[in-house]
């Protein structure tokens, strides 16, 4: 499509950046909760007028983390209603989801501020057949990571690594389990 994008986190952010950002030169911005709500610089941009004024949506990827870790693994995601503030009020919110079963959605809409009655909702289903849901229940609980190494093991023994998401209920844990294996 032609469309010029650009990450905006922590880690690239930069004096250069800034300017192409308020110069206009990206049209599709991608970024983290934190950096809209808490990074200096970049907080101030995006309560910038002349800079929010080109803003066309604000997306939400994974909206069902509004709901889900707003209290305690990634609290600026439980604000992210604030963002309406930052843009002008034509600019539609997009909050998109694999996971967003009725009570989850009505709190996402809620935590968001979406109204039900300015709201197009599409709903593909997420049933897909490259993906296998499995739940285990770990032998000594969460403090026992080698009880993760089974997502390994194939791999290690001269086979495929195969792809595979562990969810942790905080940070701290996910960030141990991440070391550990």
């Not at 909050?95 to 809409?109: E, K, Q, R, Y």
């Not at 390994?152 to 701290?172: K, P, Q």
Request: glycine residues 4%; charged residues 20%.
């Amino acid at each position: 499509l032609g469309l010029s994008a650009t990450p905006v986190n922590a880690e690239v952010f930069s004096p250069k950046l800034q300017m192409e950002l308020a110069g206009g030169k990206f049209c599709i911005i991608l970024t983290l909760p934190e950096m809209c709500l808490e990074h200096k610089e970049f907080s101030r941009l995006m309560r910038t007028p002349s800079f929010t004024e080109n803003i066309c949506a604000v997306a939400i990827n994974e909206a069902h983390c509004a709901s889900h870790w707003g209290e305690n693994f990634r609290k600026k995601y439980a604000e992210l209603h604030k963002l309406h503030a930052f843009v002008p009020c034509h600019v539609p919110f997009l909050a998109t989801s694999a996971t967003l079963p009725p009570h989850i959605l009505n709190d996402v809409m809620q935590k968001l501020c979406i109204r039900p009655q300015n709201t197009y909702f599409v709903n593909r289903g997420n049933d897909r057949p490259n993906i296998t849901v499995a739940a285990f229940r770990m032998a000594g609980g969460a403090s026992n990571l080698s009880a993760l190494n089974f997502a390994l093991d194939e791999a290690i023994e001269g086979g495929s690594l195969e792809r595979t998401i562990i969810f942790f209920n905080d940070h701290d844990t996910a960030m141990r389990a991440c070391s550990h294996l």
